[in-house]
């Protein structure tokens, strides 16, 4: 059985991507970037992205920036107190910057 888990997503940053440094040594960066749904709705996907493009790629991102995102889905799962929650995020393995369209 072949399994493909590829994202390509293009939207908006909804916040200022958070960068932290983990015990390890490696970078971690997170935001959420809003996707059109036909519904006339914005779907606010959680990102990450790790490594060498964490520090280099998304330093200089700022809210309200289009961007395209390819990765995968990851599914996390954790305890919270009594209970059990899950978490599903894309991994980036690329960001960039889309250029805005001259406004005239």
Do not use: W, Y
Not at 38 to 57: E, F, H, I, N, T
Not at 78 to 104: C, H, I, M, W, Y
């Amino acid at each position: 059985m072949v399994t493909v888990n590829v994202v390509v997503l293009a939207g908006r940053l909804s916040d200022v991507p958070e960068i932290k440094e983990m015990p390890s040594g490696d970078h971690v960066t997170r935001f959420r970037l809003q996707v059109p749904d036909p519904g006339k709705r914005v779907l606010p996907l959680p990102v990450s992205v790790c490594d060498k493009l964490a520090r280099k790629g998304c330093d200089r991102l700022v809210k309200g920036d289009a961007v395209l995102v390819r990765g995968h889905l990851v599914r996390r799962f954790f305890r919270d107190g009594g209970g059990g929650r899950s978490v599903t995020e894309v991994v980036a393995t690329e960001v960039k910057k889309l250029e805005e369209p001259n406004q005239e």
